[in-house]
């Protein structure tokens, strides 16, 4: 009985391993072709590079039409923080009022709420691109950022809603006897009991932001502003075709790096996260 | 008397802090939500261009006559204002395209995830670092990085080849550029992103308690029966909850698509997704009264799909303790 466990569970072991490989191959395959000559991305298929260079991150690293990778990796970075710090602000607002004051009207809202989270983005972005274009913000990030000011991630008001009605309700009473106001309960209690939620909201948005292509094709129309995805997209050609592989790898393996650090500084949130609420990853 | 009036203020008082905390929430909605449709919906039943926007007229029908007029055999038609239309000789194929894609790739996606899942909810050590590992490709594969990457993968001369002719094979496609081939590359490229459903099934199966598993085990069910009568039971409203979610998102796949494609629909359209013909129509043509339309209607065909699937979760899913 002990051994048959112990062989089962070795089984296990080796099939997780050799699907999980057969899962990274193409990662990891991506990351090394980064290092290869660009004649031998081709040619070489094995994980062993035959000759190693770094040739593609410097003729990468140019950029497009005169302005630097560096530069979109710092427009990417500005929209993720400007983005996360709008939704932690506007989603933690609307989720308290959702999820712990009493108002008339709650539950005609919190309904709305909940139907625009299922909402494809399509039924409202051509307006709002006639809007944005009107005010003059396309080709800037505010089209991207103003919205998450706006708590429209209808899903982490959702999430961060989940979060503050799981709250013990006896802490806000205390806190109002002792004469807070809904305000001090706010920041002095739902705020700090709910940093896991908002962890986890931040981790997203980021993700979300920093990965994103169609609003950024939409709206960041001119190289200076570029983001990361929407400069990758010009490694490929309006015909498919990709002129410099080892450049297009060697970017694609830099714009993993981010959500690579996020994800393994940040594991338990992310897996919290996904299994309470089902966020789409 | 002043009993009742700070009754009053106090009510007051108390709406008022909530809307004081909704009100970005308030003014997204309306302004960057509500205005937007019932506009996109207005815009739907006119032929507005992005760059002549003074020229909007009312055609009626007329862009839903674009769009399904092909199926009685219409090439052109007069709208209401005398103006001639011609129809849209690509919508039925993004539609095809798109649900041959939601229809393939969810059910499998949930498929694997299931499995993967059921695999790692066993009690071995390192599933917490398994679990990472396999979410990897979620993590990533939304990004223009693994959509650039997949080009390369299935290429003629790409990684896949290389690998397939390794094992004997010859004469193999250009998958990507094959238009028989080219949408099951971004089929399989959904499928690889089973990770966040992956958690969402693990997660539900560790709810289900191992003594249903024993009991059955000792009145000799089978694994596979136990699968069927236990597993599958329980788990009903993960699966319904993946499905619904996972069938709404494949419906508005774009990224891959239009990187895949070089910005268009890939050989003989065959990668021309909904959301990507609409973006063509609407930023490449300047139709945007057009693409309101195409929104629309994806609004309705994704709500009629959600509800025939809750509508059929009634015969299959249980939201009993199992008791």
């Given at each position: 009985?002990?051994?048959?466990?112990?062989?089962?569970?070795?089984?296990?072991?080796?099939?997780?391993?050799?699907?999980?490989?057969?899962?990274?191959?193409?990662?990891?395959?991506?990351?090394?072709?980064?290092?290869?000559?660009?004649?031998?991305?081709?040619?070489?298929?094995?994980?062993?590079?035959?000759?190693?260079?770094?040739?593609?991150?410097?003729?990468?690293?140019?950029?497009?039409?005169?302005?630097?990778?560096?530069?979109?990796?710092?427009?990417?970075?500005?929209?993720?923080?400007?983005?996360?710090?709008?939704?932690l602000i506007?989603c933690t607002m609307a989720a308290y009022a959702f999820g712990r004051l009493k108002f008339?009207?709650?539950?005609?809202?919190?309904?709305?709420?909940?139907?625009?989270?299922?909402?494809?983005?399509?039924?409202?972005?051509?307006?709002?691109?006639?809007?944005?274009?009107?005010?003059?913000?396309?080709?800037?990030?505010?089209?991207?950022?103003?919205?998450?000011?706006?708590?429209?991630?209808?899903?982490?008001?959702?999430l961060l809603v989940q979060f503050i009605r799981s709250l013990p309700k006896e802490l806000d009473e205390a806190a109002i006897i002792d004469g807070a106001s809904p305000f001090g309960v706010f920041f002095r209690i739902i705020v700090p009991l709910a940093t896991p939620a908002l962890v986890?909201t931040?981790?997203?948005?980021?993700?979300?932001?920093?990965?994103?292509?169609?609003?950024?094709?939409?709206?960041?129309?001119?190289?200076?502003?570029?983001?990361?995805?929407?400069?990758?997209?010009?490694?490929?050609?309006?015909?498919?075709?990709?002129?410099?592989?080892?450049?297009?790898?060697?970017?694609?393996?830099?714009?993993?790096?981010?959500?690579?650090?996020?994800?393994?500084?940040?594991?338990?949130?992310?897996?919290?996260?996904?299994?309470?609420?089902?966020?789409?990853? | 008397?002043?009993?009742?009036?700070?009754?009053?203020?106090?009510?007051?008082?108390r709406?008022?802090v909530a809307?004081i905390f909704?009100?970005?929430?308030?003014?997204?909605?309306?302004?960057?939500?509500?205005?937007?449709?019932?506009?996109?919906?207005?815009?739907?039943?006119?032929?507005?261009?992005?760059?002549?926007?003074?020229?909007?007229?009312?055609?009626?029908?007329?862009?839903?006559?674009?769009?399904?007029?092909?199926?009685?055999?219409?090439?052109?038609?007069?709208?209401?204002?005398?103006?001639?239309?011609?129809?849209?000789?690509?919508?039925?194929?993004?539609?095809?395209?798109?649900?041959?894609?939601?229809?393939?790739?969810?059910?499998?996606?949930?498929?694997?995830?299931?499995?993967?899942?059921?695999?790692?909810?066993?009690?071995?050590?390192?599933?917490?670092?398994?679990?990472?590992?396999?979410?990897?490709?979620?993590?990533?594969?939304?990004?223009?990085?693994?959509?650039?990457?997949?080009?390369?993968?299935?290429?003629?001369?790409?990684?896949?080849?290389?690998?397939?002719?390794?094992?004997?094979?010859?004469?193999?496609?250009?998958?990507?550029?094959?238009?028989?081939?080219?949408?099951?590359?971004?089929?399989?490229?959904?499928?690889?992103?089973?990770?966040?459903?992956?958690?969402?099934?693990?997660?539900?199966?560790?709810?289900?308690?191992?003594?249903?598993?024993?009991?059955?085990?000792?009145?000799?069910?089978?694994?596979?029966?136990?699968?069927?009568?236990?597993?599958?039971?329980?788990?009903?409203?993960?699966?319904?909850?993946?499905?619904?979610?996972?069938?709404?998102?494949?419906?508005?796949?774009?990224?891959?698509?239009?990187?895949?494609?070089?910005?268009?629909?890939?050989?003989?359209?065959?990668?021309?997704?909904?959301?990507?013909?609409?973006?063509?129509?609407?930023?490449?043509?300047?139709?945007?009264?057009?693409?309101?339309?195409?929104?629309?209607?994806?609004?309705?065909?994704?709500?009629?799909?959600?509800?025939?699937?809750?509508?059929?979760?009634?015969?299959?899913?249980?939201?009993?303790?199992?008791?």
């Amino acid at each position: 009985m002990k051994t048959g466990t112990l062989i089962r569970h070795l089984l296990s072991h080796l099939l997780i391993i050799a699907l999980g490989l057969l899962m990274i191959y193409p990662i990891l395959w991506m990351i090394i072709s980064s290092f290869k000559p660009n004649n031998m991305i081709f040619s070489d298929t094995s994980l062993i590079p035959k000759a190693v260079t770094i040739q593609n991150y410097i003729s990468g690293w140019k950029g497009y039409a005169g302005v630097s990778f560096g530069k979109f990796f710092l427009n990417t970075l500005l929209m993720c923080v400007g983005a996360v710090v709008g939704n932690l602000i506007a989603c933690t607002m609307a989720a308290y009022a959702f999820g712990r004051l009493k108002f008339a009207g709650r539950n005609l809202w919190f309904g709305v709420m909940m139907v625009t989270l299922m909402l494809p983005a399509h039924v409202t972005i051509v307006p709002q691109y006639i809007l944005f274009n009107a005010f003059g913000w396309v080709g800037t990030f505010l089209p991207i950022i103003v919205p998450k000011f706006l708590a429209m991630d209808a899903f982490f008001v959702f999430l961060l809603v989940q979060f503050i009605r799981s709250l013990p309700k006896e802490l806000d009473e205390a806190a109002i006897i002792d004469g807070a106001s809904p305000f001090g309960v706010f920041f002095r209690i739902i705020v700090p009991l709910a940093t896991p939620a908002l962890v986890t909201t931040a981790l997203f948005t980021f993700l979300w932001t920093w990965d994103d292509f169609f609003h950024h094709l939409l709206y960041l129309t001119n190289p200076p502003v570029f983001s990361v995805s929407r400069a990758l997209r010009t490694f490929v050609g309006d015909a498919g075709a990709v002129s410099n592989w080892g450049a297009a790898l060697a970017m694609a393996t830099l714009s993993m790096i981010p959500p690579f650090i996020l994800f393994f500084s940040l594991q338990k949130y992310f897996v919290e996260g996904i299994a309470t609420t089902g966020l789409k990853g | 008397m002043r009993r009742q009036q700070t009754g009053i203020v106090t009510f007051i008082r108390r709406n008022a802090v909530a809307y004081i905390f909704l009100t970005p929430w308030f003014l997204g909605f309306f302004v960057l939500t509500l205005y937007p449709m019932l506009y996109s919906l207005w815009l739907g039943f006119t032929d507005y261009d992005f760059t002549q926007p003074d020229s909007t007229q009312w055609i009626g029908l007329g862009n839903y006559l674009k769009m399904f007029g092909p199926i009685w055999g219409l090439s052109q038609f007069t709208t209401s204002t005398g103006e001639v239309m011609r129809v849209d000789p690509y919508y039925l194929k993004s539609l095809s395209v798109t649900f041959t894609y939601v229809f393939a790739s969810v059910p499998l996606k949930l498929g694997f995830a299931l499995a993967v899942a059921m695999l790692m909810n066993q009690k071995l050590r390192w599933v917490p670092f398994y679990r990472a590992v396999y979410y990897i490709p979620t993590l990533l594969g939304g990004s223009v990085a693994v959509a650039v990457l997949w080009r390369k993968l299935f290429e003629r001369d790409g990684l896949v080849n290389s690998f397939l002719e390794t094992l004997g094979f010859t004469d193999l496609p250009g998958w990507i550029t094959n238009p028989k081939y080219a949408i099951w590359t971004l089929v399989l490229l959904s499928v690889w992103q089973f990770g966040s459903s992956m958690i969402i099934f693990l997660a539900g199966l560790k709810q289900i308690p191992q003594e249903y598993y024993e009991a059955a085990s000792v009145d000799g069910a089978s694994k596979a029966r136990q699968f069927f009568a236990i597993t599958i039971p329980l788990l009903s409203p993960v699966i319904l909850f993946n499905l619904v979610m996972q069938m709404i998102s494949a419906f508005q796949v774009f990224t891959q698509a239009y990187i895949i494609g070089g910005g268009s629909g890939g050989v003989l359209n065959s990668t021309l997704f909904y959301t990507l013909h609409l973006y063509i129509q609407g930023w490449t043509y300047h139709e945007m009264g057009y693409a309101s339309a195409m929104a629309w209607v994806l609004l309705l065909i994704i709500g009629v799909f959600t509800v025939i699937v809750f509508r059929t979760s009634d015969m299959w899913v249980s939201y009993g303790t199992g008791e």
